[in-house]
């Protein structure tokens, strides 16, 4: 009998099970959330636009938004996940469930601020291309995106590990993918955006510590002032 080399499946359908699994139910006083997006609290009040919230996942930004007084747009891939917002986010007017790598469901120039936390180290370089002109044309002239992402220095959480596909990108034993980012690959991967703000730290909302980047990048248009490190 002939194997199906199509019923393989892609890194990206592997990790959405493991996430639907992960976001199988939970309630809306169990979801919590850092200060991350704090020192970007200038943007955000600035912004008049609903926030799109890419891999929103359990929901910790969109509060955080929501607490701001914002409208947020969550989005992720799990649908699980989307669930989960609809009942505990009643105030959510839309939500959306789909693959970033097929291209963002937003037309073009259509809000100021994209939040990605955690969300945009799981690709190829050249998926991560394509996320990030898609993000790029949704956002508006001007428009920013506030992101967080694997520091090649978190080892706790996997740097390293793996079958190395790319250069700091690695398949690990599930079959996932996980990037790992150093400031050269910012300067690669966002070239032709403005740095607003960059910056490595750690965060602890997880046993073991977690080091990452931190950034705002800008597209084209009216600039923003830098923040300082």
């Known amino acids: 009998m002939e194997s199906d080399v199509n019923s393989e499946k892609s890194p990206v359908e592997t990790a959405n099970e493991r996430w639907d699994i992960i976001h199988g139910n939970y309630e809306r006083d169990e979801i919590k959330y850092d200060n991350w997006l704090e020192i970007f609290r200038e943007f955000i009040d600035r912004c008049d636009t609903p926030i799109v919230d890419l891999g ?55 809000t100021d601020i994209i939040i990605s936390d955690l969300s945009l180290h799981y690709f190829t370089e050249q998926e991560t291309r ?13 428009g920013i995106l506030l992101l967080r992402v694997n520091s090649v220095r978190d080892v706790n959480h ?11 990108l690695y398949k690990t034993g599930d079959g996932r993918y996980k990037r790992f980012f150093d400031e050269d690959d910012f300067a690669r991967f966002f070239s032709g955006w403005k740095k607003l703000y960059l910056h490595e730290e750690v965060m602890e909302r997880y046993a073991l510590e977690k080091i990452l980047w931190k950034a705002a990048m800008q597209v084209g248009g009216p600039e923003h002032e830098e923040l300082p490190a």
């Not at 929901?59 to 609809?86: F, H, M, R, W």
């Not at 009942?87 to 790598?101: L, V, Y």
């Not at 996997?158 to 700091?168: F, K, Q, R, S």
């Open 56 to 110: 929103c996942g359990s929901g910790n930004d969109t509060l955080y938004l929501l607490e701001t007084g914002k409208k947020v747009i969550p989005c992720d891939y799990s649908q699980n996940a989307i669930k989960n917002i609809y009942k505990n986010f009643p105030e959510i007017q839309r939500a959306e469930c789909f693959d970033m790598t097929k291209g963002l469901v937003f037309e073009d120039n259509f």
């Open 130 to 142: 394509q996320i990030l002109s898609e993000i790029k044309r949704v956002l508006k002239p001007g």
């Open 158 to 168: 996997g740097a390293g590990e793996g079958t190395e596909i790319e250069p700091h």
